[in-house]
């Protein structure tokens, strides 16, 4: 009986996870979706943060990471039950990072394929200074 019930609550949050592929639009920004700046302190203070960006970093200047603290930080700051998106700064940490808060998490994820490097070149949106 453990187990059924054990199988049915991983099955219920897979099935209420999501996990969305997209570049940065102007569209997504006027929908006021939180998103999360995932880059490091020294990458936010060299090319700033988007407007109303959620400054939660991810991996350390070595590469190292502390999912614990992450999603400490990430529960207290965004309504993870609704739509969010994380962001760095070409799309490659937030395509680790997704899958495993949508797949493991059920959180329903979008992830800005292109980061910050496309926002900035692509869109050519304005940043906003790190002053921490």
Partial sequence: MKKIFLALILL???????????YISQKLIDSKIPIVDIRTVGEWRESG??????????????????????????????????????????????????????????????NLKGGMDYAIRGLHLKTYKYMK
């Fill in 12 to 22: 219920s949050a897979s099935l209420m996870a999501e996990l969305t592929n997209e």
């Fill in 49 to 110: 943060l988007l407007a109303n960006a959620i400054p939660i970093t991810f991996f350390d200047e070595r590469g190292n990471y502390n999912i614990n603290a992450f999603l400490t930080k990430l529960n207290q700051a965004v309504d993870t039950k609704k739509p969010f998106a994380i962001i760095c700064h070409t799309g490659s940490r937030t395509s680790m990072l997704a899958p495993f808060l949508s797949e493991k998490l059920g959180y329903k994820v979008i």
